[in-house]
């Protein structure tokens, strides 16, 4: 099949809007976790944010919002947009830049979208309760595409006049990881030349507040203190919001154009636990699977990995079932280094997947392993898996990054420094 390279990054996040501000942040171990006054004002317990700088969204009207001057949105096609949508056009301008990619090549049929976003909780709340007060002739009819699920998709296309395919995915927090993997399988196949990989979430109390329901959430109001993966005093993940865009590219079409070359897609696994709805098989028994296939699909062995991301959300039942996952597919001396990046940036939901994505081709290009930050004490449970907890500067050669979701979703990406 078609070998599948990573030509474009980019990134709107807690922790940088842009590639540079995101690498130096991951070097720096520098935490884009804060409190969120807003967020504060709506409960009594929940209290940080991976917040998004430099964007602003005080009401519904789009006119109110603001954002950096370099990201270009036209009042028109603002009345469509959820904040998810804004965060994501600014993404994929930097990731269509990276690049190189000029406007033909955006827009032919050779060119596809793969997005995942959990909609606008917001807008959506806002658009039902005029609906219901005020009656549909009331309300505007872009309102329409805001509260839809898919609103990311069906603006994203729509901007970038995409002819290729365009799908949206919705498996919870391994959405944008699903989106990947079945990107990278179109151009295995011959079906696409290049694909983007979006990954959005909006970062507003109506998206996070859910989780606080489920006691999911750290209580901390120090963003020193959370979140804390593998750490044995851990309370919970912390939500952030932006996006991540990926530009995945058939290897032979990118060398001929010349294109920069992050890192190649290996091969990617997915798998289900088959448990609960929410809670993960605690045996780590679905992720287990998901890193075989993965593994499998890329014809890789397992001491060939050098470092995985994990999906590690400082949750207990999550960070233990994804350490036995781990010990059950790295056996023996075959022990990756391991750190969880959602310590610095949050958890991004539906946007996490493509994240770690991108922050594992920038390890790979980069030639450095970003730290599991915060860890004050190691859970007693991480003994035999190896979790850095300052960055190592040493180039992986293969990396691995985990993506679990509720409902017992699981994937493994697999990427690797690319010979191109």
Known sequence: MNRVVVTGL????????????????????????EFMPELAAANDRVKLAGTVKGFAF???DPLDWTFPANVEISRAQLRTMVPNAVFAIAAMAEA?????????????????????SA??????????????SRGPARISAQSVVTCMPNSLHLNLTARFAIKGAAVGFSSACASSAHALGSACDLIRLGRQKIMFVVGAEDCHPYNILPFASLRALSSHTDPALAPRP??????????????????????EHAAARGATVYAEVKGWGQASDGYDVVAPDPTGDGLARAMTNALQDAGLDASEVDYINAHATATSAGDIAELNAIKAVFTGAARPRVSSTKALTGHGLSLAGALEAGICCLALREGFMPASAKIQQLDPACEGVSIITTRVDAAPRVAMSNSSGFGGANVALILARSCA
Not at 10 to 33: H, K
Not at 120 to 132: C, F, K, N, R
């Open 119 to 132: 909609g606008s909780a917001w807008l959506t709340h806002v658009t039902m309760d005029s609906l219901l």
């Open 230 to 251: 593998f750490d044995v005093s851990r309370d919970g993940f912390v939500i952030t919001g932006g996006s991540a865009v990926l530009v995945l590219e058939e290897a």
């Open 58 to 60: 005080p009401t519904t």
């Open 10 to 33: 980019g990134f709107i996040s807690s922790i940088g809007n842009n590639r540079a501000a995101v690498l130096e942040s991951l070097r720096e171990s520098r935490c884009g976790i």
């Open 96 to 116: 269509i830049s990276d690049a190189k990619l000029d406007p033909a090549l955006v827009s032919t049929p050779q060119t596809g979208l793969y997005c995942a």
